[in-house]
């Protein structure tokens, strides 16, 4: 059954509505508001009564079964760091550097140069152990730092090469990939240091958000007679980033068409770079690392004892983003009808780019879906004008990038990993957290747009 686009929109903004009065006003949790809202939007949008259960579970279980294994791993090799003093000792030298009172600063540079190969989910979970032991070490609200971190995995993930969303919007609309590298990179520094660094300590001065209980409950005495060296922490953190690189270098090489995609020895490196295959193996490097001098059985219970913190963070955003619900307005339908609905305005391709991507990032949450989508979905408004120079269709795809960033919302994994992590409520995580992403969005449009005018 197709739906009036109007009816669609209706319904939209009708099931954010509910979300935010059931979880705020009502105080349900969010993984029974996330559960309730997705049925009764899939009802009211006609999906199949046969059809939405499964709609809700195949969402759910498919995000659930990556965040799962990402944020798993994840949170053991922070573990790991922690007690082992891996993390202070990376904080130390990062803060002798930067000097304390760059603190923030100084996690947010380490984040941007981590935040080139990996995806955002699997840097945040790296970072987060890094920057609480920072927060605890200098004071101060766990915002000014957490939002700088944060921040640049964001503007990395979606404005970057060889991040999934640039590379397959560069493909679809005829971008090079080498130009978009350097453009996004341009574009994302000043739109990080703007929207992240600064916000973030301007928002750690408003919002006194204290370190989570989780962490203070988990804190054990390091051995400072045992630290380990800086290269070894560093060489941690790098393996995971070197693993991830290969499959995603590889993949923007196969796209270029340097090296063959369908060769047997690049499927098995990109085999070995996916994400969570890169966290196991940079997991159990720590393990055969640190066993000699904290034995098997200790850094056995500290995986076991690392994972119960984060139960809820798995199960909200299985529920929220890719998955349950946003799986729910995917199957609705509610995203096609609002891009078709932006797309012919007639307005400038740049423009239409970024409120289409933005339409659609509001309705289902996905950034890289929304990236891809859009691309799609204007490639024949790209082809039809005229003129269009290389560095425009970069900042064209640089536009779509900064839609997809925008407004992240209860639908967005991005919203409750970081809300759960920094055991914020929800209504911190829309001042701080939704601000800073509508904020890098905002900037980065801005920026594109403006460079499309002179250049």
């Known amino acids: 059954m197709t739906l009036d686009p109007t009816y669609l929109l209706f319904i939209a903004a009708c099931s954010i509505l509910l979300l935010l009065m059931t979880i705020m006003r009502f105080k349900l949790h969010a993984f029974l508001a996330l559960t309730l809202v997705s049925f009764i939007t899939a009802v009211v949008t006609g999906v199949n009564a046969d059809q939405v259960v499964p709609t809700m579970m195949s969402g759910f279980g ?40 760059r603190a923030p600063f100084a996690l947010g540079v380490a984040s941007l140069l981590f935040g080139f190969p990996i995806f955002f989910d699997a840097g945040l979970m790296v970072m987060m152990p890094i920057l609480f032991s920072v927060a605890k070490q200098f004071g101060g609200s766990t ?13 990395m993930h979606a404005f970057l090469p060889p991040h999934p969303g640039p590379v397959a919007a560069s493909d679809l609309l005829g971008a090079n990939i080498g130009l978009l590298t350097i453009v996004g990179l341009l574009i994302a520094l000043p739109t990080w240091y703007l929207g992240a660094y600064l916000y973030g300590l301007w928002a750690g ?28 922490v560093l060489a941690i953190l790098l393996m995971p980033l070197v693993l991830i690189f290969m499959d995603t270098g590889l993949h923007t090489l196969a796209v270029m068409g340097v090296v063959n995609g369908d060769a047997t020895w690049v499927n098995a490196l ?11 193996i940079t997991l159990l490097f720590c393990l055969a690392l640190f066993s ?32 349950m619900f946003g799986g729910v307005l995917r199957a609705s339908g509610i995203g096609d009808a609002l891009a078709n609905l932006m797309s012919d305005t007639g307005m400038p391709v740049i423009v239409a ?26 490639a024949p408004m790209v082809a039809a004008t005229t003129g269009l120079s290389a560095l425009d269709l970069c900042f064209i795809v640089i536009a779509i ?6 407004l992240s919302h209860f639908n967005d994994s991005g919203f409750w990993l970081v809300g759960k992590l920094l055991d914020m409520d929800e209504k911190t995580t829309l001042k701080t957290w939704t601000v800073m992403e509508t904020l890098l969005g905002t900037i980065a449009f801005t920026i594109a747009a403006t460079l499309s005018i002179f250049l």
């Open 62 to 101: 498919g995000t659930l079964a990556f965040v799962s294994l990402l944020v798993g791993l994840g949170t053991m090799i922070g573990r790991i760091l922690e007690v082992t003093g891996g993390a202070k000792v990376l904080a130390d030298t990062l803060i002798g550097r930067f000097g304390s009172e």
């Open 205 to 232: 001065e408003r919002f006194n958000l204290p370190l989570p209980q989780a962490f203070l409950a988990t804190q054990e005495v390091i051995d400072e007679n045992n630290l380990p060296k800086f290269s070894t």
């Open 270 to 280: 990109r085999m070995l770079g996916k994400t969570p295959i890169a966290l196991m």
């Open 143 to 155: 915002i000014k730092y957490a939002l700088p971190v944060a921040g640049a995995f964001a503007v």
């Open 292 to 323: 000699k001098n904290y034995g098997m059985a200790k850094l056995e219970k500290l995986c076991g004892d690392s994972l119960a913190p984060i139960c809820a963070v798995i199960l909200v955003t299985g529920a929220g983003a890719g998955g």
């Open 401 to 406: 990038a900064s839609g997809v960033t925008v």
């Open 353 to 378: 780019a970024f409120l289409v991507s933005t339409a659609l990032r509001v309705a289902q949450g996905s950034a890289t879906v929304a990236l891809t989508t859009t691309a799609a979905l204007i």
